[in-house]
């Protein structure tokens, strides 16, 4: 395996990995998000009965009837808390995981780009040496790839207009 599959085998497992924490967090602020409107509604339910309750036994119906939609409201806000706390958990989990992707491209690129580098190298070496022992030779084969690449670009214009 080369250093630059590697690299790409690397970055695809931090991106999966990324997509699963990503995944996982928006599951659980699901979760917390139906659990927070089930205990929102059984609270409003729990407070319609008490007020009805209130109400039917008369006394200090105003009364309880605050109280439990006081009891209910700051329920509500509390659950809207742990829910807004769990979703920016989730959005941080995914800038971190989407930094670590980051990262990971980042350093493939940096690998293909070295070991590119290294490859031109190689070839203008060889071509240096091959003109040192042969230039007439060089020389020819130059002039055989411009004519190629000359015919190549002819072909492809006249394709188009």
């Known amino acids: 395996m080369t250093d630059t599959d590697r690299t790409s085998s690397d970055a695809t497992a931090a991106a999966r990995e990324a997509a699963e924490k990503v995944t996982d967090a928006a599951a659980r602020a699901t979760d ?3 659990g927070a409107a089930a205990d929102a509604a059984k609270h409003a ?15 200090d119906a105003a009364g309880a009837a605050a109280s ?7 329920d509500a806000k509390a659950t809207v808390d742990d829910v807004v706390g769990g979703l920016k958990s989730a959005a941080a989990q995914a800038k971190d995981a989407g930094a670590e992707a980051l990262d990971a491209t980042q350093a493939q690129a940096q690998q293909a780009y070295e070991t590119g580098r290294g490859l ?11 003109y040192r022992e042969n230039p007439g030779l060089v020389i020819a ?21």
């Open 120 to 130: 031109v190298d190689d070839g203008v070496g060889y071509v240096q040496a091959r």
């Open 32 to 34: 917390e998000v139906r």
């Open 68 to 74: 439990a939609v006081s009891g209910a409201i700051d």
């Open 45 to 59: 339910d729990d407070a319609a009965k008490h007020a009805g309750d209130a109400v039917k036994n008369a006394g």
């Open 141 to 161: 084969v130059g002039a055989a790839a411009v004519l190629a690449l000359t015919f190549v670009v002819r072909s492809i214009g006249r394709r188009r207009g």
